[in-house]
């Protein structure tokens, strides 16, 4: 059984910084790509950012230069930095991976369970 458990969202002013972090645990053979969604008010779901095994990174646009993702693999964790946040980062974040439990088995893609970030004065 694996589970992706996220921490670090809340209610910041704009212009202020949060980092999210998303921690799998269980039966971890291997990870694959990383990544954070983010699902606003009224919105479909849209990618914020990859990160692969490698450390090949990717962002959508509207976040680039402001948010920094990275990954420990010694400790199964994908963070997120966002800095000089706007209202419009105000969503529910999800990471999300692909993960394999063991040699023989396929990747299956795992969610974590949501951490809801408000932008607001």
């Known amino acids: 059984q694996v589970q992706l458990v996220e921490s670090g969202g809340g209610l910041v002013q704009p212009g202020r910084s949060l980092r999210l972090s998303c921690a799998a645990s269980?039966?971890?053979?291997?990870?694959?790509?990383m990544g954070w969604y983010r699902q606003a008010p009224g919105k479909g779901r849209e990618l914020v950012a990859t990160?692969?095994?490698?450390?090949?990174?990717n962002y959508a646009d509207s976040v680039k230069g402001r948010f920094t993702i990275s990954r420990d693999n010694a400790k199964n964790t994908v963070y997120l930095q966002m800095n000089s946040l706007k209202p419009e980062d105000t969503a529910v974040y999800y990471c999300?991976?692909?993960?394999?439990?063991?040699?023989?088995?396929?990747?299956?893609?795992?969610w974590g369970q949501g951490s809801q970030v408000t932008v607001s004065s």
């Open positions: 269980g039966t971890i053979f291997s990870i694959n790509a």
């Open positions: 999300d991976t692909f993960i394999r439990v063991s040699g023989t088995d396929y990747e299956r893609h795992y």
């Open positions: 990160i692969t095994g490698g450390g090949t990174t």
